[in-house]
């Protein structure tokens, strides 16, 4: 049969390219499960229609970013854009592409903003110290 939905996400730690995630592997030897597929998505409003009123339900384009990561409790998805929501669901993968089970539930995190990496920003004050 298809193994259970995990249990959602926990957003261990915010990366400015991703999140450290908590997951829940898969242990019961007869699901066969070999990894779990994360799929995080953020979505931009889409510009209100000439004609559109006020109030209607704003619209969305989604934008989802899959990583496939090992059967694990711990683990890291990147490749994202920094100071942006995401929506995180994820899906345990039998074998190959055997077959998946049901979606967790739904959590939002935020990646963290970019930052230079601390050598650069040491670099530029010690280049304003001595004119």
């Known amino acids: 049969g298809r193994p259970r939905p995990l249990p959602p996400a926990a957003c261990?730690?915010?990366?400015?390219?991703?999140?450290?995630?908590n997951g829940q592997k898969n242990s019961d030897s007869n699901s066969h499960v070999t990894a779990i597929k994360v799929t995080a998505t953020w979505k931009k409003e889409k510009p209100k229609e000439e004609g559109e009123?006020?109030?209607a339900e704003k619209k969305y384009d989604y934008f989802p970013t899959d990583t496939v990561v090992a059967n694990s409790d711990s683990f890291?998805?990147?490749?994202?854009?920094?100071?942006?929501e995401y929506e995180i669901k994820m899906v345990y993968r039998v074998g190959q592409d055997l077959g998946i089970s049901g979606d967790s539930e739904t959590i939002t995190c935020r990646t963290g903003p970019l930052q230079l990496p601390l050598h650069c920003r040491l670099q530029v004050i010690a280049t304003r110290a001595f004119p």
Request: hydrophobic residues 25%; aromatic residues 10%.
């Open 12 to 21: 261990e730690r915010s990366l400015y390219n991703g999140f450290r995630l």
């Open 53 to 55: 009123e006020e109030d």
């Open 76 to 84: 890291t998805i990147k490749k994202l854009l920094p100071n942006t």
